[in-house]
């Protein structure tokens, strides 16, 4: 039996059960990949903060190229200036992350409050930010998405640190998952608001 089943996968994208379009399913398909690399590399990360893995930079550079994937998936909708500032308040969200791992490996709970604090606040900003530009985007269920996303990443990087690699495994699946609902959701929001582009 396999892993996942049909059913298990995300839903959020409702156009799926219509006949759409090449250029529909590659925003959704390329969508879903930023996004799958963003929880992946932070994984990445995260292992590699807990464990002082000689990789550190590198993979920290890696991680931060997903804000700029990011901001240029937004450009041909939305043009250059938009991209930019996407990009910075991706990479915003990824540098505190990485702070508050450092920070809670460290055991400084002061740092890492003032981190979460930051992060949540980045968070807020990547929401508004998002359903500005685009009012398809639901900002309430996306906050709650975005929010989640947060807890689940504070959670795998604490189960992480507390040798419960276990729990960690089992908390990514749930993090990439959300994952695939937030792409697909970003994707329909472009895709209604640009109609003749699909």
């Not at 500032?85 to 508050?100: D, G, P, Q």
């Not at 269920?141 to 990087?157: D, G, I, S, V």
């Amino acid at each position: 039996m396999p892993y996942f089943v049909p059913n298990q996968y995300p839903t959020y994208f409702t156009t799926r059960s219509k006949c759409i379009s090449e250029a529909q399913v590659d925003l959704m398909n390329y969508m879903r990949l930023l996004w799958e690399q963003h929880v992946a590399w932070t994984r990445m990360a995260i292992i590699s903060i807990v464990f002082n893995l000689p990789d550190i930079d590198v993979v920290l550079a890696r991680l931060l190229q997903n804000a700029p994937d990011m901001g240029n998936a937004l450009k041909p909708f939305y043009g250059e200036s938009i991209a930019i500032t996407y990009s910075n308040l991706i990479k915003e969200h990824l540098v505190i992350a990485a702070e508050l791992v450092k920070a809670a490996k460290a055991g400084d709970t002061k740092a890492v409050a003032d981190a979460e604090k930051r992060w949540y606040s980045n968070a807020d900003e990547i929401v508004v930010f998002l359903s500005h530009i685009n009012p398809y985007i639901p900002k309430e269920e996306f906050r709650k998405m975005f929010y989640e996303h947060l807890a689940l990443t504070k959670a795998e990087a604490v189960a992480m640190l507390n040798k419960d690699y276990k729990l960690s495994v089992q908390l990514y699946d749930r993090i990439e998952l959300e994952a695939l609902e937030m792409a697909d959701m970003i994707s329909e929001a472009i895709i209604k608001q640009f109609p003749q582009m699909f």
